[in-house]
């Protein structure tokens, strides 16, 4: 199937806690169609993938930002 896809890498990270794998992509079909975002989380050998479109996409970060600001201190550092 990744023959019909074209996969860009647009992060890595490294989750400190668990050491988890985590990698952004953005997908789009070489048929067309709208672009997605695959989400890559990986725990050993183990992957859980998520594809989501924009709105998804934005709606999940808002609320990981919102999240993240709550848990900052007054001087932006975690609490």
């Known amino acids: 199937m990744e023959d019909k896809l074209t996969v860009t ?15 952004l992509q953005q997908i789009e079909y070489r ?30 970060a808002e609320h990981m930002s919102r999240w993240a600001r709550d848990q900052a201190g007054p001087t932006g550092a975690p609490k």
Request: glycine content about 16%; proline content about 4%; aromatic content about 6%.
């Open 9 to 23: 890498s647009l992060a890595r990270l490294r989750a400190p806690i668990g050491g988890q794998e985590i990698e």
């Open 31 to 60: 048929a067309g169609g709208m672009p997605l975002l695959r989400i890559r989380v990986r725990e050993g050998r183990r992957f859980t993938v998520f594809d989501i479109d924009a709105g998804t996409a934005g709606e999940w």
